[in-house]
């Protein structure tokens, strides 16, 4: 799990872990992009510029005045991304997208709300290509790496019933999807963290569905940038009554 303070460069700083983990042979990436259809176009147009380098609206795609951000760079041997959704307001994941597309070619990238019928879509796409496990029969995507981004982490991810329960809607998909893949990641992005540090760490019992999305690999804080504004700098600090700094 990363965290940051609030507009202060989590979004980049993502986008940089994007361009990393395509480098290093990752075949999807997965954008969990807030809870709205506004969020998730905004999220698109960023990664549009910054990872794809060209509009992905519907139309636009591989035109040559589509070239955006860093799609104006001439770099030899440049990766060919395929995004499977768009910066249009009704861009979401569709099923009728991947009719012909399969998984372990060029990378992919979907930018999508945390919406159960969208995750379910997706998880359907996945299992469709992977292979029956020999020993529990689950449908299994192998030696094709998932790269799976949650930015507000703590909005919607966290499974907030009890654990002789099925775990929340949105909360299962995720698990399921990460359970599709032989190889996979999920980092969270935050500015408020609690929910996610109050997760239960999975235990000897394993869930049909998956670990839960506990960060038991890492919690990294962004540093904010020198020029950031927030709420320390709009209203300073207290002393508290030992005479010291306390932060607010």
């Given amino acids: 799990m990363v965290v940051g303070e609030v507009q202060s460069g989590k979004t980049a700083n993502y986008t940089g872990l994007i361009c990393k983990a395509v480098d290093a042979g990752y075949k999807l990436i997965i954008v969990l992009a807030g809870m709205t259809d506004d969020l998730r176009s905004q999220t698109q147009s960023r ?18 005045d589509s070239r955006i951000g860093v799609g104006k760079f001439e770099i030899p041997g440049q990766l060919i991304v395929h995004p499977l959704t768009d910066r249009s307001k009704d861009g979401d994941f569709r099923a009728k997208k991947t009719a ?69 809607a949105i909360n299962r998909a995720i ?4 359970n599709s893949f032989q ?3 999920y980092v969270g992005y935050t500015a408020t963290p609690f929910a996610n540090i109050f997760i239960l760490p999975d235990d000897d019992n394993k869930s049909e569905y998956g670990d839960d999305l506990f960060p038991k690999g890492f919690i990294y ?26 932060h607010y």
């Fill in 100 to 168: 012909n597309l399969q998984l372990g070619g060029n990378p992919i990238l979907l930018v999508v709300k945390k919406n159960t019928s969208v995750l379910k879509r997706i998880l359907a796409w996945v299992q469709k290509q992977g292979k029956p496990h020999p020993e529990t029969g689950k449908r299994i995507v192998d030696d094709i790496p998932l790269l799976l981004i949650d930015d507000e982490a703590d909005n919607a991810s966290v499974n907030t019933r009890s654990e002789d329960e099925d775990p929340t």
């Fill in 221 to 246: 804080c962004i540093a904010p940038p020198s020029n950031y504004v927030g709420p320390k700098q709009l209203f300073g600090l207290s002393e508290d009554l030992d005479g010291g700094e306390k």
């Fill in 47 to 64: 990664l549009d510029a910054e990872f794809l380098g060209f509009e992905s609206q519907i139309g636009k795609i591989h035109n040559k």
């Fill in 175 to 178: 698990r399921q999807i990460l």
């Fill in 183 to 185: 190889k996979s990641s």
